[in-house]
């Protein structure tokens, strides 16, 4: 079945992804459109945002579906990205992805400040303790900070991993 990942140019949400995909060496399109390729673009798709991914005739969207069906269909060094045949550590690996997903919040709301001395005290302040990423980060953190393994969940990578790298590189 043929998979077609289309996103923007950058990494942002698609990015763990385009990662589970390639570490799976599970075969993808990466169609990285313009935000004025985008704009005429979506008038014939639902639903009317990015990312987007083709599985054969199918068109889904929402990122963190995305991310939990590449990993799914992928493994690395002989194990799942996500875990499909334990319940208890997909919910821990969906938790941790959740909490780092929450951070995108704040942060999307600077890509619309056009002065950069400007975005990035914004971003600073989102950072900062007490502000709206402070949190999700410290939380994260946190959970990183118990791992025995080294992993961001269980004994070897998974998709919260992926996300993680991603998110906060």
Do not use: N
């Amino acid at each position: 079945m043929s998979i077609k990942v289309v996103y923007f140019p950058f990494p942002g949400r698609v990015e763990p992804v385009r990662l589970a995909l390639t570490l799976g060496g599970v075969a993808f399109e990466d169609e990285r459109v313009t935000f004025e390729q985008w704009g005429s673009m979506k008038q014939g798709v639902t639903p009317k945002q990015l990312p987007l991914m083709h599985v054969g005739d199918k068109v889904i969207g929402q990122s963190a579906a995305l991310m939990r069906y590449a990993a799914s269909i992928s493994k690395f060094e002989g194990k799942p990205l996500y875990p499909t045949e334990d319940a208890l550590l997909a919910l821990q690996v969906d938790e941790f992805v959740d909490y780092v997903s929450e951070m995108f919040g704040p942060l999307g709301a600077s890509f619309k400040i056009e002065d950069q001395a400007e975005k990035e005290a914004f971003r600073a302040k989102a950072v900062a303790e007490g502000g709206d990423m402070y949190k999700w980060i410290s939380y994260v953190d946190s959970l990183l900070g118990k791992s025995k393994s080294g992993f961001a969940v269980g004994d070897h990578l998974t998709l919260a991993d992926l996300a993680t790298f991603c998110w906060f590189q």
